[in-house]
Each structure stands twice: as C-alpha cells, then as structure tokens.
C-alpha cells in the first residue's frame, strides 16, 4: 500500500542533544511537508519542499533544519532541542501544492529530557 | 492569530444520534475546506471536503456544510457510531490566501460517542 512512513514512532533525545526524525512516502508526491502540533494545539506548519524548492514558514525557528535529498525521503533535523521542542512531529504528502488532501504519516513523538 | 477555529475542545453524543462539529475562519481568501480525523497514535486521516463554489458535499454519514458569508462550516455525522470517537481537525487552504495553497489546521475538537 502506497503510504508516508515516519520513523521513529517515539524518540527521546537530550536537551540541546542534535536529533533527526526521518519520513519517506512511496506515492510519489511532488510535495512534502513538516508540521508540529503540541498538546491542545493545531498542527503548526514548519516548512514544506516543492520537489526539491525548499519553502521556511515565516516564524519557523532556526534550530530547525530540513533536508530531503529525494523524492522518497525527508528528514527533520532538531540542532539544540529544547524542553519546548518536546510535540508530535507530522509528516505529509500532497500530490501538488495547494492539491487539498494531505496523506499524513503516523506521526514521531519527541521526548526532550 | 488563529485564522482556523474550532471552539468546542470536546463533544459527547450518544450513539445513533448527529453529531455536529463547527469550525470557523477568518481568511476569506480561504477556498477549500478539509476536515480531518485522528485517532490516539495515528496520524490525520482525511474525511471530506468541500470547495468553496459549494455549500453542501455528502458522503455516506457525513455531511460538510460551508457558510461563506458566515465563515463557517460544519460536519454531521448522522448516526454516530462509537467508532467515530477521535479528534476532528477542520482545515484551510487557498492558493492566495496567504498560506501557498497549504492546509491551516484548527485546534481539533475530540469526539466521544458512547454506546
């Protein structure tokens, strides 16, 4: 079945400890997205790739990095995790931008001790 | 500033009875509405939508219902079933409306509909 995949389920990291949270989807979506959603809160979008065009939102904050280095894949890298940092990372696909429906990954769950 | 809004963080419905879910949004350049729902460990799983050139869009026991004077639209489901007990986000996109054509999500109202 055509899917996103996020790994880990769970990842525990120490503060300011550099972490990667990985996603890879096999439905070939030209785009490829990052939200971040704590407790009680919306999904906040981090920033998406339009194949390869990289797009920050405005109030994403630097200590957050993202790579995808093929269409398959796409990494987000924490540099100093802080305790409010500790949320559920979502991963997404849309076939374009703008296309509506998002096929979301399971999410990774992110601990900061 | 929140530009999509649900404001009931919670819901409880008895099994066989609607279930009405509200959203609100402040954008009016906002064109297409999703609703979301999510069960505990999952990731959003898509539901339904509706186009802005639309006031009503079905499917099966769900309904959307979109106010674009109002900005507001809404989910029935009719009837509950305990199987939809989960969290359900309403989102927004729309290509001028500031955000690229990507989703603005709501805070989610969790659902629980007992047997």
């Known amino acids: 079945d055509a899917m996103v995949i996020q790994n880990p389920r769970y990842q525990v990291t120490q503060f300011g400890k550099p972490v990667t949270l990985s996603c890879s989807q096999t439905?070939?979506?030209?785009?490829m997205y990052w939200y971040q959603q704590k407790s009680s809160q919306a999904p906040k979008l981090l920033f998406h790739?339009?194949?390869?065009?990289?797009?920050n939102e405005a109030d994403t904050p630097d200590n957050f990095q993202s790579r995808r280095p093929n269409t398959s894949f796409c990494f987000l890298d924490i540099r100093s995790p802080g305790l409010g940092d500790a949320a559920m990372y979502l991963c997404?696909?849309?076939?374009?931008?703008?296309?509506?429906?998002?096929?979301f990954g399971s999410g990774t769950r992110l601990t900061v001790v | 500033d929140q530009q999509v809004k649900q404001n009931s963080p919670s819901l409880s419905v008895q099994e066989g009875r609607i279930s009405i879910l509200n959203c609100d949004y402040t954008?009016?350049?906002?064109?297409?509405f999703l609703w979301y729902k999510k069960y505990p460990a999952e990731g959003p799983t898509f539901l339904i939508s509706i186009s802005s050139i639309k006031d009503k869009n079905e499917d099966g026991r769900f309904t959307v219902f979109l106010n674009k004077s109002a900005k507001h639209l809404s989910l029935h489901i009719v009837p509950s079933q305990p199987g939809d007990s989960a969290v359900y986000f309403c989102a927004a996109s729309g290509i001028d409306g500031g955000s690229q054509g990507n989703l603005i999500f709501g805070k989610g109202t969790k659902l629980s509909v007992k047997p």
């Open positions: 790739y339009y194949d390869k065009d990289f797009n």
């Open positions: 439905l070939n979506h030209n785009v």
């Open positions: 954008n009016s350049m906002f064109d297409y």
């Open positions: 997404a696909t849309s076939r374009d931008r703008g296309a509506g429906g998002y096929t």
